[in-house]
């Protein structure tokens, strides 16, 4: 009986309490020494992760191509911006959105379309390769289906006096409809066809056709 009140006494005393402690921790201690010295907690020793699949991950996504910027179109207002030098002054005559540059090899563009006024003055400014090399202004005569050329100059707005209407040298002045005016620019000649169809009227083609 006096062991056992010795014993109660020892654990319900502040020593005793404090002494289980301790000892339970130097257990701990101990248990984690161990643990430790197996490598459980050393990362060098721990199994890789493997990494996600393609399949895991989802399809991949891939960024869009860059779009290649827009070509500049045949048919444009020479009197925006783009015109410039003496070509600007020689238009100044002609009403706004009825000036076109046309390139050298350009087919079937519409100069004047169906809700604009046929009777105006208009004009085409001609390139070739992306250089100006000349102009033209004329007129649409309805009642005959006619066009009138009022004048044609080269890049520097010297008038240009040898163009012929195709196969009447002598009607140098006067188109019918679909002709093809003969007119040198540069040392080199080009056709330069026009038509009036179904309320438009287009150059139907401006090509070169001796260098």
Request: charged letters at 30%; hydrophobic letters at 35%; a negative charge.
């Given at each position: 009986m006096n062991n056992m009140s010795d014993k109660k006494s020892f654990w319900s005393s502040t020593q005793g309490i404090l002494t289980g402690i301790a000892t339970v921790i130097t257990a701990i201690i101990g248990l984690l020494s161990i643990v430790y010295s197996f490598g459980v907690f050393d990362r060098k020793h721990a199994r890789p992760i493997p990494a996600a699949t393609s399949a895991s991950r989802g399809p991949a996504v891939t960024a869009p191509s860059a779009q290649p910027a827009n070509q500049p179109s045949t048919l444009m207002d020479a009197q925006s911006p783009g015109a410039q030098g003496c070509l600007a002054a020689y238009f100044s005559n002609v009403p706004n959105g009825r000036v076109r540059i046309l390139e050298e090899g350009s087919r079937d563009v519409v100069l004047i379309g169906r809700d604009q006024n046929k009777e105006e003055a208009i004009g085409v400014e001609f390139t070739d390769s992306g250089q100006p090399i000349g102009a033209l202004v004329f007129r649409f005569v309805s009642?005959?289906?006619?066009?009138?050329?009022?004048?044609?100059?080269?890049?520097?707005?010297?008038?240009v006096k040898e163009s012929t209407p195709e196969g009447r040298p002598r009607e140098q002045r006067t188109l019918r409809n679909w002709d093809a005016l003969q007119v040198p620019f540069g040392g080199r000649r080009y056709d330069f066809r026009l038509g009036f169809t179904e309320g438009t009227i287009s150059a139907a083609s401006f090509v070169r056709t001796a260098p």
């Open positions: 009642d005959g289906k006619i066009f009138k050329v009022i004048s044609i100059v080269d890049d520097s707005c010297n008038t």
